[in-house]
C-alpha cells in the first residue's frame, strides 16, 4: 500500500477521542447505558503501555487521556481545581458536576479545538517495571485493543513530570491528577505522590482486523 493510498489515522483519533467523549456526554445527559457498553468504551482510554529497559520488555494496562493545549492548559486545571476544593464528602454529586465539567471543557464538539492530539497524558501509581524502564528508556508503544477486531499501536516518547524529582511544580502533574480526581473521589494529597506520563505520539499504526489493518502505518495528520 502506498502512502497515498494509506488511511489516515484520523480515524484512530475518531475512535479513542470521540468514544470518551461521547460516553461521558451520554452519562452526563443521563443516558441509560449497559454497564457491557460502558467497559467496551474503555477500550479507547485504556492501553497496554509497553516499555523496554532495566525491568525487561513489560506491557502494562493505564488508564490515558488527551489534554488540552499549552495555551489552555492553566485555564482548565484551574476550573477543575475550583470544582475539586468545593468536594463536600457527596461523590455521587461530585462526579455528576465532574461530568458536566468534563464536557464543558473537553468534550463537548464545540471545544475540540482546544485539544492538542499530539499528546496523550498517564497517571504512575505503581512506580514498579514501566516506571523503571520510562527512566532509562523513553521510547514506548500503546497498544489499543476493542474485542472483536479494533486495534491501533501508537509509538512515541515518555515525558515524565515529577515534582518531588525536579523540585518545582510541574502542571502536567497537577493537571493529570485533577483530570482524574474530577470525577472520582478527590485527595490533592496524593497528587506529589503520582508521577504524570505525557506521551508524544510518533507515529500510529492500524493493528485492526480489516482490509486496511494487520500492521499497516497510517498518515499521522498532526
Known sequence: MTEKTMKSAES????AFNT????VMRLYEGEEMSNEKVFLSFCSHNPTFISHGPAGLNGSIKGIGFIPKDEYLEEVLEAYIEHIDAYDGDDRAHSQRGLKLLVEQMYHPDVHHRIDFTRVASLEMAKKHTWENLQVNPEATLLFYQPPAIS???RGKMDIYDEVESGKPEIYQRFVNAQHDVYHRPDKSRWLKYPAYVFNIEEIYDNSVSRDGFGTKMIYPY
Open 152 to 154: 491501533y499501536e501508537v
Open 20 to 23: 470518551r467523549a461521547k460516553t
Open 12 to 15: 484512530f483519533f475518531k475512535w
